[in-house]
């Protein structure tokens, strides 16, 4: 079964800090999504990846094809960047996707 | 462009009843999909369409039905409405292929009593 783990479940952060949220994920995926869900239940791409790192503002993603694993870094945290950050593995033509992971930055 | 559009945004239903939730998308896009989202669970992907004519079941299809006659549109059936339907349902679209973005509808959020 495809599956993708998100770690951690809760994380509350203080305005300023370095974060870091996980995902692990079965083989044979052709893409790794990155997503937000903002309190008022939006979700907006962030980040596609298959490979390396790529970065967008504050937002950071790498990919880790061995080891099957990524994260996502938030640099400078803000309130504003309080939301659910969900992980999304491409198997084929579908998405598989995480729990998500709850972030408040309290300023 | 609008985007991709659910209406309604929220709906309560009674047990058996059926209704259609409806999406649409006018980037032209080719894959088009129907998620649910309950507390504590991530996504799951209900029916997916990769063009007009072709649907196929995901994770969690029963009681759904889905069409695609059009390039634009995309409509999940509920034939039977139970209370274990109950959530938000995200209608999503992208061009295809593997590297692309994922596009979400505003989400539509159903209750069955």
């Known amino acids: 079964k495809n599956e993708v783990e998100q770690s951690p479940q809760n994380l509350t952060a203080q305005e300023g800090e370095f974060i870091t949220i996980n995902c692990s994920y079965s083989v044979g995926i052709s893409a790794l999504h990155w997503l937000q869900q903002h309190p008022g239940g939006g979700i907006v791409s962030l980040f596609m990846l298959s490979s390396g790192k790529k970065k967008h503002g504050r937002l950071i993603a790498t990919i880790n094809i061995q080891e099957k694993h990524s994260s996502l870094h938030i640099t400078a945290s803000h309130p504003r960047d309080s939301a659910v950050y969900i992980c999304a593995a491409k198997y084929g033509n579908k998405l598989v996707f995480g729990a998500g992971t709850i972030l408040r930055v309290k300023s | ?113």
Not at chain 2, 82 to 108: H, I, K, L, M, R
Request: hydrophobic residues 30%; proline residues 5%; contains cysteine.
């Open chain 2, 1 to 113: 462009n609008a985007g991709v559009t659910q209406t309604p945004k929220f709906q309560v239903l009674k047990t058996g009843q059926s209704m259609t939730l409806q999406c649409a998308q006018d980037m032209n896009h080719e894959y088009m999909s129907w998620y649910r989202q309950d507390p504590g669970m991530g996504l799951r992907l209900i029916h997916y369409s990769v063009g007009a004519g072709i649907t196929d079941q995901g994770e969690v299809p029963n009681g759904y039905n889905v069409s695609r006659s059009t390039t634009e549109d995309f409509p999940l059936r509920l034939l039977s409405a139970a209370p274990s339907q109950t959530s938000v349902y995200f209608c999503a679209s992208t061009t295809g292929g593997s590297y692309n973005e994922q596009f979400f509808g505003p989400g539509t959020r159903l209750t069955v009593l």
